[in-house]
């Protein structure tokens, strides 16, 4: 994403998380467009080979408030990113994850509203759904959390929701579908599982398959997330209402791990896992302008080659 955008330049932005997989992709975007960029990080999931140096680093914790509030003085835009993400560490550390997922997101927002921020865009997920009747998964459809993340999740956006409503701030939550891309964790137990196939093929070993292989994911490329966060920052609709941010098709595990080739071993099903899901994309394209534009078939050639 070069070049710059005249919406951006000169504007003064934080990103939570901005070192982290998905925040330091929408921080170097943000910095091409000539933004003035705040990272706001404490390293617990990021890396400082990802810190872009065009931005400036806030190092502190978003469980602390009285820490991260001088830093949102003067800022238009929060992009509030940064999260303990995946169900399975949720499930075994829900008291952690808890903090900073649903403490820290009140935290930032306070501070947003204290500091008349202009708008703050939440990066909420699919997961929020939870068992549904029928596909593709919509904004509209009661969400049933299945874990202490999706729940955590479903609860920062009905804080970003009630700061609109309460405090009269424009928010949004942008609802990711299986975000994949560059600078995805490739270790520990809680990775997703292209970035888990990744690993495997680079290792030489097996890729191994939870469950029948059969589940599906809306795979979403981290370029196309990026985005969606840059046009929710100006779209016209920012009640605090969830938009789904999904390519719209779904893709099996065990057709990820045939593009990725090489044998496979099965392991068992995951805890707290949606079986299947698949995003509704109509208003993301309605309100932000967005579709996607990376399917899942190159966004893996791309990861194989790098």
Request: net charge positive; glycine share 8%.
């Amino acid at each position: 994403m070069s070049g710059r955008n005249s919406s951006f330049a000169g504007r003064s932005v934080i990103v939570t998380g901005g070192a982290g997989f998905i925040g330091s992709h929408l921080v170097d975007a943000l910095v091409a467009t000539g933004a003035r960029v705040r990272v706001i990080e404490n390293f617990a999931t990021a890396s400082r080979a990802y810190l872009n140096r065009g931005a400036e680093l806030i190092e502190a914790d978003i469980r602390d408030g009285a820490a991260i509030r001088p830093a949102f003085d003067t800022v238009d835009t929060v992009f509030h990113v940064a999260a303990l993400p995946r169900i399975p560490l949720s499930i075994a550390k829900p008291v952690e994850t808890h903090m900073t997922n649903v403490v820290g997101t009140l935290n930032v927002l306070m501070a947003a509203r204290d500091a008349r921020v202009r708008r703050v865009v939440f990066s909420s997920s699919s997961s929020v759904y939870g068992a549904q009747p029928a596909l593709p998964l919509v904004e509209t459809m009661t969400p049933h959390p299945a874990s202490p993340y999706a729940l955590q999740k479903f609860v920062g956006e009905q804080y970003t929701a009630i700061f609109h409503r309460l405090y009269d701030m424009q928010t949004l939550s942008l609802r990711y579908f299986a975000v994949y891309g560059p600078r995805m964790a490739q270790a520990g137990a809680y990775m997703l599982a292209i970035a888990a196939f990744l690993r495997a093929r680079r290792g030489g070993w097996p890729l191994e398959i939870h469950g029948d292989g059969e589940q599906t994911r809306d795979f979403t490329h981290v370029s196309d997330v990026v985005r969606a966060n840059l046009l929710a920052a100006d779209s016209e609709v920012s009640d605090g209402r969830p938009i789904n941010v999904g390519c719209g098709r779904n893709v099996s595990v065990n057709r990820i791990a045939a593009l990725f080739g090489g044998p496979t071993l099965r392991r068992d099903p995951r805890q707290g896992d949606m079986r299947d899901t698949l995003a509704d994309n109509r208003e993301a394209a309605r309100i932000l302008g967005w579709h996607p534009k990376v399917s899942v078939e190159d966004g893996i050639a791309e990861l194989v080659k790098s």
